[in-house]
C-alpha cells in the first residue's frame, strides 16, 4: 500500500508560481508513474501531468502545457509540480496519484494510490 501526502499548496496572485511536492511512502517509489490531478469545485477530476518511473517520459492536459512542469526525484520518493503563469482558472484541489506500472498513463482510472489533495487558489 502506498501512502502519498501532498505538500507546497496556497494562495497566490495571478502570473505567480507555486510547486507542489508529493511524497510517498509504504511502497518502492521507482516502481510507480505518478500522476496530478486537479478538481474545482462542480467540476470532474482533471489529468494535468505524468511522469513514468525514469522521468523520461512525461505528458501535461492541454490547459497547462507550456506553464507547469512535472518532475520527481526516485532518491527521495517525491514528484513535483512547478506550476508557473498560474492562472484563476487554475484554482482547485489539487491530487497526486501513483500506479502500480512503469508507464503513465492519463485516465484516472488508470491510477491505484491518491492522496488527500492541497489546495491551489488563485487570484485574479
Known amino acids: 500500500q502506498v501512502k502519498l501526502v501532498e505538500s507546497g499548496g496556497g494562495l497566490v496572485q495571478a502570473g505567480g508560481s507555486l510547486r507542489l511536492s508529493c511524497a510517498g511512502s509504504g511502497g518502492t517509489f521507482r516502481n510507480h508513474a505518478m500522476g496530478w490531478f486537479r478538481q474545482a469545485p462542480g467540476k470532474e477530476r482533471e489529468f494535468v501531468a505524468a511522469i513514468s518511473w525514469s522521468g523520461q517520459r512525461t505528458d501535461y492536459g492541454d490547459s497547462v502545457k507550456g506553464r507547469f512542469t512535472i518532475s520527481r526525484e526516485n532518491a527521495k520518493n517525491t514528484v513535483y509540480l512547478q506550476m508557473n503563469s498560474l492562472k484563476p482558472e487554475d484554482t482547485a484541489v489539487y491530487y497526486c496519484?501513483?500506479?502500480?506500472?512503469?508507464?503513465?498513463?492519463?485516465?484516472?482510472?488508470?491510477?491505484?494510490?491518491w492522496g488527500q489533495g492541497t489546495q491551489v487558489t488563485v487570484t485574479s
Open positions: 496519484a501513483a500506479r502500480r506500472s512503469l508507464n503513465l498513463v492519463v485516465p484516472r482510472s488508470g491510477y491505484d494510490y
